[in-house]
Structures are given as structure tokens and as C-alpha cells.
């Protein structure tokens, strides 16, 4: 059988409390008796709705108008969840409510013990994973980091289209020969960009750079190291592919970087963890905090 309110504060009695008790640091007697220091907003057989309840719900910056609609529709809520409450706990079998009761106190352990872990590892986590660190993860485990983008590493050089040694610089691009590599450095020492071929980019990257459509098949030219050239009003482009990697194929380093460190990151929270839980066994122990019955 539903319970009755044994109390109910009407709307314009509400609207009152809104506007002396929440939007102001007054409250209002009518409300309250004289000495009650948290006032009543709402009350059902199994509880009471105080105005620091409300008070902890309600958003920062609301307008005045809003949040007078909107306690009113919180008060509103609590009282149909409180019936509803009442009713449940007529109607379900009392097995039942302690095994609800269980999992609620086994929740709150949860998460009580999950924001103690959290708060442990914000206060002794170090963050900074040497490269060193990072490199030796990548040559082992490598092929566990996969390309979702083509990746090229190329010869790219932007110059200004009246670049007095073009054919040199065709050549030196185009050049195999490690002792190029510091010919074509010096020449393109002016350049408006140069990427001597040591970096791995995204290959849609790489065609960002280039004036619109100006690659008509990038990915063919990319797996086959092919050398391209172009040009438009303000500058001469030349670059020459020196090595692909396709999608799903290993990801290179720089590439991998980011996700390693998470990686190393998370191992040493884990680490912080299972040291956190032996330390806290091992001094329950010797302070003889525990008792077990079983072993």
C-alpha cells in the first residue's frame, strides 16, 4: 500500500525557500523550527530531504529562474523515488534486500578502494619515460604497433622557382650516394624546406605540401621510390621517395612513440599498485591488524 507524505511544502512555500535559503545565505523560518540548523524540504516515512542536500545539486552559474525550477523538479524526483522506495522494500523479499544490500556495500568498497588506488598513484607516479626506454620496448615488441596510414620517409625540398642550380639539385636529390647527402644539405641551405629523407611522415601528409592534385597516383609513386617534381607561382617542389610502409604494416618509432610511453606508464602504475597492496599486507601483519580464521 503506498505510504503517505507525511509532509509536503507547497510550491509557493518551495519557491520562498529557493529564493531566501538557496540563492542567498538566509534561511527561512517558515520552514524550520527556530533552532533547526539544516532546514526540511521534503520528508516521506523513510527519510528527509535537508536544504544542504539540495544545496550540493544544484549547478554552479544556474540563473535564479532556472534553479528554482530546477530544485523544484529535484525535490519533486526525490519524493516519487522515496515512494517507489517504500513500495519496493514492502513488496521485495527480505533475501532479496540483503543480497541488494551486499553488492551495494560491496560497490562502495570498490570504489572506495579504487579512488585510495587512484590517489596513490597521482601522488608517487613518475611520468618521465626516457627515449632509451622507449627504443628498447620498440625493438622488442615492435610489430605489436601497426600503421593505420601509409607512411614515406622522402627527400623533400621546397626552393624558389628561379633557384639558380636546379639540375644539381635534381641530381643530389635523386642520389643514392651517403656522400651527397652533405652536398645536398649545404645547397639547400636557404631553401624554404628541406627534410634530408631521415623522417618518417604520413604520406598524406607529405601530399598536403604540394599544390592541389599535383601527385596524380601518390601511393603508386610512394611504393616504387619514384622522384617528382612540380612547381607553381611561388615555388619549385622536388622530393624523392626513399622508403614506404602501408597500412598495417610495422609502424615506425616516431610513430609508436606515444603510444609506448602509455604503455610504460601503465606498467609502472600497475607496478605502484601490487608494491601499494604487498606494503599494506605486510604491515597489517606485523601490526597484527588482521585475524584469519581460514588458513
Same mark, same amino acid.
Given at each position: 500500500?503506498?505510504?503517505?507524505?507525511?509532509?509536503? $511544502?507547497?510550491?509557493?512555500?518551495?519557491? #520562498?525557500?529557493?529564493?531566501?535559503?538557496?540563492?542567498?545565505?538566509?534561511?527561512?523560518?517558515?520552514?524550520?523550527?527556530?533552532?533547526?540548523? *539544516?532546514?526540511?524540504?521534503?520528508?516521506?516515512?523513510? +527519510?528527509?530531504?535537508?536544504?544542504?542536500?539540495?544545496?550540493?545539486?544544484?549547478?554552479?552559474?544556474?540563473?535564479?529562474? /532556472?534553479?528554482?525550477?530546477?530544485?523544484?523538479?529535484?525535490?519533486?524526483?526525490?519524493?516519487?523515488? !522515496?515512494?517507489?522506495?517504500?513500495?519496493?522494500?514492502?513488496?521485495?523479499?527480505?533475501?532479496? !534486500?540483503?543480497? =541488494?544490500? !551486499?553488492?551495494?556495500?560491496?560497490?562502495?568498497? #570498490?570504489?572506495?578502494?579504487?579512488?585510495?588506488?587512484?590517489?596513490?598513484?597521482?601522488?608517487?607516479? /613518475?611520468? =618521465?619515460?626516457? /627515449? &632509451?626506454?622507449?627504443?628498447?620496448?620498440? &625493438? !622488442?615488441? +615492435?610489430? %605489436?604497433?601497426?600503421? *593505420? &596510414?601509409?607512411?614515406?620517409?622522402?627527400?623533400?625540398?621546397?626552393?624558389?622557382? /628561379?633557384?639558380?642550380? @636546379?639540375?644539381?639539385?635534381?641530381?643530389?636529390?635523386? &642520389?643514392?650516394?651517403? *656522400?651527397?647527402?652533405?652536398?645536398?644539405?649545404?645547397?639547400?641551405?636557404?631553401?624554404?624546406?628541406?627534410?634530408? +629523407? %631521415?623522417?618518417?611522415?604520413?604520406?598524406? #601528409?607529405?601530399?598536403?605540401?604540394?599544390?592541389?592534385?599535383?601527385?596524380?597516383?601518390?601511393?603508386?609513386?610512394?611504393?616504387? +621510390?619514384?622522384?617528382?617534381? $612540380?612547381? *607553381?607561382?611561388? #615555388?619549385?617542389?622536388?622530393?624523392?621517395?626513399?622508403?614506404?610502409?602501408?597500412?598495417?604494416?610495422?609502424?615506425?618509432?616516431?610513430?609508436?612513440?606515444?603510444?609506448?610511453?602509455?604503455?610504460?606508464?601503465?606498467?609502472? @602504475?600497475?607496478?605502484?599498485?601490487?608494491?601499494?597492496?604487498?606494503? =599494506?599486507?605486510?604491515?597489517?601483519?606485523?601490526?597484527?591488524?588482521?585475524?584469519?580464521?581460514?588458513?
Amino acid at each position: 500500500m503506498m505510504r503517505r507524505i507525511l509532509k509536503k $511544502t507547497t510550491n509557493a512555500g518551495l519557491k #520562498t525557500l529557493i529564493v531566501c535559503a538557496i540563492l542567498s545565505s538566509q534561511s527561512c523560518s517558515l520552514l524550520h523550527k527556530p533552532n533547526d540548523a *539544516d532546514p526540511i524540504m521534503a520528508r516521506t516515512e523513510l +527519510g528527509v530531504l535537508t536544504l544542504s542536500q539540495v544545496r550540493a545539486v544544484v549547478p554552479n552559474n544556474i540563473h535564479d529562474l /532556472d534553479s528554482v525550477q530546477f530544485v523544484q523538479s529535484y525535490v519533486d524526483r526525490w519524493i516519487h523515488n !522515496q515512494l517507489l522506495l517504500e513500495n519496493a522494500m514492502e513488496y521485495v523479499d527480505k533475501e532479496t !534486500q540483503r543480497s =541488494v544490500n !551486499q553488492m551495494v556495500a560491496d560497490y562502495h568498497t #570498490t570504489l572506495l578502494v579504487h579512488k585510495y588506488k587512484q590517489m596513490y598513484i597521482e601522488e608517487k607516479l /613518475d611520468t =618521465v619515460i626516457p /627515449d &632509451s626506454k622507449i627504443e628498447e620496448h620498440y &625493438s !622488442q615488441y +615492435g610489430n %605489436n604497433f601497426l600503421l *593505420d &596510414s601509409a607512411a614515406v620517409r622522402t627527400v623533400f625540398i621546397k626552393v624558389a622557382p /628561379d633557384f639558380k642550380e @636546379k639540375n644539381k639539385l635534381r641530381r643530389l636529390v635523386r &642520389s643514392t650516394n651517403p *656522400d651527397d647527402a652533405e652536398q645536398l644539405a649545404a645547397l639547400c641551405a636557404n631553401a624554404l624546406y628541406f627534410d634530408n +629523407g %631521415n623522417n618518417w611522415h604520413y604520406l598524406s #601528409t607529405i601530399t598536403s605540401m604540394l599544390p592541389q592534385n599535383a601527385m596524380s597516383n601518390p601511393m603508386s609513386m610512394a611504393r616504387n +621510390g619514384r622522384f617528382f617534381e $612540380t612547381q *607553381d607561382d611561388s #615555388t619549385l617542389y622536388m622530393l624523392m621517395f626513399c622508403e614506404f610502409r602501408d597500412v598495417n604494416e610495422q609502424a615506425p618509432l616516431v610513430f609508436a612513440k606515444n603510444k609506448i610511453r602509455e604503455i610504460l606508464i601503465n606498467h609502472r @602504475k600497475n607496478d605502484l599498485i601490487k608494491n601499494l597492496e604487498i606494503q =599494506v599486507y605486510i604491515d597489517a601483519v606485523n601490526k597484527q591488524r588482521f585475524t584469519n580464521y581460514v588458513n
